[in-house]
């Protein structure tokens, strides 16, 4: 397949947006949310044609998924304006969500996880204050699933086998996590000890356990 050269498909976008910026202040259209939503759906497009027509690039899903998302967000938020909070979510996945193709493209590139789970993470937290009834809750959902995204990168298999490191950060990431999130919840108590007496109990019986 004949390689895109992506300046000029760059150089149309930046010909078609700036178009759109310059009707739009001289009064001559009114561009509405949803066109711009289209508009980044489109850019979007554009960089994921790059990476699907060069395969060995893959640098073009971070600006695709993200223009994406972004482009999602918007024409939710006009169209659905109750759901408007909802637009950092979806560029914020979008952008966890280019990660996560590169690793699933190239499964050698595990650092992607990270930066995957962190922006899947902070996704979350950018709607995690209507659930809960106190503002501890929302770093506990962090916290949580940054310490979930250390548990995934210890599970995956590597060159060099499992890597046993990112259970540190997991588990005292998910711990802190667990306890915020269930003090930000009405009547959490029952859980928060709940969870506390099982992790002992795990802990014990695995130091117990005949090596």
Aim: proline residues 4%; glycine residues 14%.
């Amino acid at each position: 397949m004949r390689k895109v050269d992506f300046r000029l498909l760059f150089g149309i976008l930046l010909i078609l947006g700036g178009a759109l910026f310059l009707l739009e202040a001289l009064g001559l259209v009114a561009i509405g949310g949803w066109l711009w939503g289209l508009a980044f759906l489109l850019a979007g497009a554009v960089f994921l044609y790059v990476y699907f027509a060069q395969r060995e690039q893959w640098w073009p899903l971070i600006p695709g998924c993200t223009l994406a998302g972004i482009g999602v967000g918007i024409l939710l938020g006009s169209l659905f304006p109750v759901l408007d909070f909802l637009t950092g979510a979806f560029v914020l996945g979008g952008i966890g969500l280019s990660f996560l193709l590169i690793y699933l493209t190239r499964r050698d590139y595990w650092w992607a996880i990270i930066p995957a789970g962190t922006m899947f993470t902070l996704a979350l937290v950018t709607v995690a204050d209507r659930v809960f009834i106190d503002d501890v809750g929302v770093p506990g959902v962090l916290f949580f699933g940054l310490g979930l995204t250390f548990a995934v990168l210890a599970l995956l298999p590597t060159a060099q086998g499992r890597m046993k490191w990112p259970w540190i950060p997991a588990a005292v990431l998910g711990l802190m996590g667990i306890l915020m999130i269930g003090a930000g919840i009405d009547k959490a108590g029952i859980a928060i000890a709940l969870v506390m007496v099982g992790a002992g109990l795990y802990l014990i019986l695995r130091t117990a356990r005949p090596r």
